[in-house]
């Protein structure tokens, strides 16, 4: 993978100019995100501007993901999520290269630093009625594809980079993983649309109350189990012992609440919780090695992982 060029001002200008947003009053780049370019734009009238985002899909799975009939769907229910504008032309992508763009109106709200209970409760809520849409109205999506074979691949990528201490870390991790890591485990575990990478900064909110769920690049259908995993990873802040042990019941309850859990879900979270860990650590590791993007630090996943094994 080459490393991200940035485009200059013109090229973006360019790129927004194919939608009806009027003219091009700011751009400027987002430092939120590993994977992909974004940049915020301010276009229209000055008196009564409006704001977007537009994202350059650097990752080619991710641009595979791209399925704007989810997105609409996922809107028509109700939920706040960026939907891709359509060009002049009718499309709801462009072309940079051989990286898609989309252009998506930005949602207002803010991402908590320090989520309170009702956050949590308002997210896990949402991501209980996102798991309910039937997966045969949202288009073509593929199977999430961080399994096995994707964690056997990206470590070769970047085991010349291993201490023995990390490589051991691995192997215990892979381990614990070993009965949800295929995409045939042989347990009841339930499929549905995950978005799989619900991350603080990807959710919005006002106050108490979610005004935006955001990167739906990763979204694929896959164990509905994961997602609260991510959210188990990064949304517990500093808690450990009992705290930490409060919080897990607090997701596993309010999700339960709406969506049905069962008892091999519930017995296996832990080890969802590791596998979500430990593929982030090492996709950050193969982001910090290819592009030397250090907006999100491999060590802090490191350190999870850490207390998890």
Known sequence: MTKFKTPSRSTLSDLCSAYSIGPILHINPSTAGT?????????????????????????????????FSMMAEIEKRGLPVPVPIKDRDGK???????????????????????????????????????????????GTLPKYPRDAGWLTQQIQLISGLLDSSQIDLIDQALIRVTNIKTQ??????????????????????????????LDFHHAAIGYRMYDLAVIAIDWSQNRD????????????????????????????????????????????????TNNGNRS????EMEKRLRTLI
């Open 92 to 138: 709801s992508f462009q072309w940079l290269d051989d990286k898609k763009v989309i252009l998506q109106q930005r949602l207002l709200g803010s991402h908590v630093i320090e989520p309170t209970n009702k956050n949590l409760v308002a997210l896990i809520q949402m991501v209980a009625r996102i798991h309910q849409i039937p997966i045969g109205v949202l």
């Open 241 to 288: 012992g009992a705290l930490y042990k409060e919080f897990i019941g607090k997701i596993l309850q309010t999700y339960a609440a709406i969506t049905p859990i069962n008892a091999d879900e519930i017995e296996h979270f832990e080890s969802f919780i590791i596998l979500a860990t430990l593929n982030f650590w090492i996709s950050r590791l193969v982001s910090l």
């Open 184 to 213: 045939d485990t042989g347990l009841d575990l339930s499929r549905g649309l995950i978005h799989a990478d619900l991350f603080r900064d990807n959710v919005l909110f006002d106050s108490q109350t979610i005004t935006g769920v």
């Open 35 to 67: 994977e992909n370019l974004n940049y915020f734009i301010r276009a229209g009238k000055e008196s009564t501007p409006q704001e977007y985002v537009l994202s350059i899909i650097q990752t080619p799975s991710y641009s595979r993901n791209l399925c």
């Open 296 to 299: 999100k630090e491999p060590a």
